[in-house]
C-alpha cells in the first residue's frame, strides 16, 4: 500500500530559525511528491511539487530516493510560516495519498 | 486565481438524514474528486470522478455515498443516511489534466456534522 509518514504531528520553532518537515514515503515506482499547505480556516494549497523543484516562499524540498524522502525545508522560518503542512503523493493514479500533517509553529 | 468552491462551509445533520455537499470545480477542469478529514486525522480519499462517471474510489466510498455532476457545473457528493462516523471536513477538489505535473486545486472543505 502507498504510504506517506509525516512523524512530527508538532514543530516548533523561533523566528529566524531554520526548519525541516519530514517526510517518507513508502518505496513503488516512480512517485510524484507534493506539499500542501493549509494556513488556518483555508484551503489545502499546493506548496511545492519535486517535478518542478521550484522555490516557494523560500521553501525547497528535495526527493530523495535512496532515503524515501521528502523534506520540506526552509533556512529561516517567518511567522506567516505557521500553518498545517501536508505531505502526499501520486503512483499509478491521479489521488492523492496524505501524510497526516505536521502543524508548524514559528515563534517570535 | 480561480478557485474551487464548496457549499456549504458547515452542516449540522440527525443521524440518518441525507446529505447533499456542493462543489464548483475550476471551470476548465475535467478530473473531479472529494476527499474527506475527520477531526485530527489524516486526509483521506474518496472518490475520482471523469467524464460522468467514477474513475476510482477507495473502500470509504460504500453505498451510502454517491457522487453526481448534473449540469456540467456542480459536482456533489451525496450520503444517503448519515453515520455518526461521517463527522469529517469534506474537500472537493478538481484538476485539469491527468499525468505528472499537473495541479490537483482544492476547495475550502464542507464540515459536516452528524448529531
Known amino acids: 500500500a502507498q504510504r506517506v509518514t509525516q512523524p512530527e504531528k508538532l514543530l516548533s520553532v523561533f523566528k529566524g530559525a531554520p526548519v525541516e518537515l519530514k517526510c517518507n514515503y513508502s518505496?513503488?515506482?516512480?512517485?510524484?511528491l507534493f506539499w500542501y499547505v493549509q494556513y488556518s480556516r483555508q484551503r489545502l494549497q499546493l506548496l511545492l511539487r519535486?517535478?518542478s523543484r521550484e522555490s516557494i516562499k523560500g521553501f525547497t524540498a528535495d526527493l530523495n530516493k535512496g532515503e524515501t524522502s521528502f523534506h520540506l525545508k526552509k533556512p529561516f522560518a517567518q511567522e506567516e510560516d505557521s500553518a498545517m503542512y501536508y505531505c502526499?503523493?501520486?503512483?499509478?493514479?491521479?489521488?492523492?495519498?496524505f501524510g497526516k500533517g505536521t502543524k508548524l509553529t514559528v515563534n517570535p | 486565481e480561480p478557485e474551487v468552491t464548496q457549499t456549504p462551509s458547515h452542516q449540522v445533520t440527525q443521524m440518518g438524514q441525507e446529505v447533499i455537499l456542493r462543489c464548483v470545480p475550476i471551470?476548465?477542469?475535467?478530473?473531479f474528486y472529494w476527499y474527506r478529514q475527520i477531526l485530527g486525522q489524516k486526509v483521506e480519499f474518496l472518490v475520482s470522478?471523469?467524464?460522468?462517471?467514477?474513475s476510482e474510489k477507495s473502500e470509504i466510498f460504500d453505498d451510502q455515498f454517491s457522487v453526481e455532476r448534473p449540469d456540467g457545473s456542480n459536482f456533489t457528493l451525496k450520503i444517503r443516511s448519515t453515520k455518526l462516523e461521517d463527522s469529517a471536513m469534506y474537500f472537493c477538489a478538481s484538476n485539469g489534466a491527468w499525468g505528472a505535473g499537473n495541479t490537483i486545486y482544492f476547495g475550502e472543505g464542507s464540515w459536516l456534522t452528524v448529531v
Open positions: 470522478f471523469y467524464n460522468n462517471e467514477i
Open positions: 502526499a503523493r501520486k503512483g499509478g493514479s491521479e489521488k492523492l495519498v
Open positions: 519535486h517535478i
Open positions: 471551470s476548465n477542469h475535467l478530473y
Open positions: 518505496y513503488s515506482g516512480s512517485p510524484e
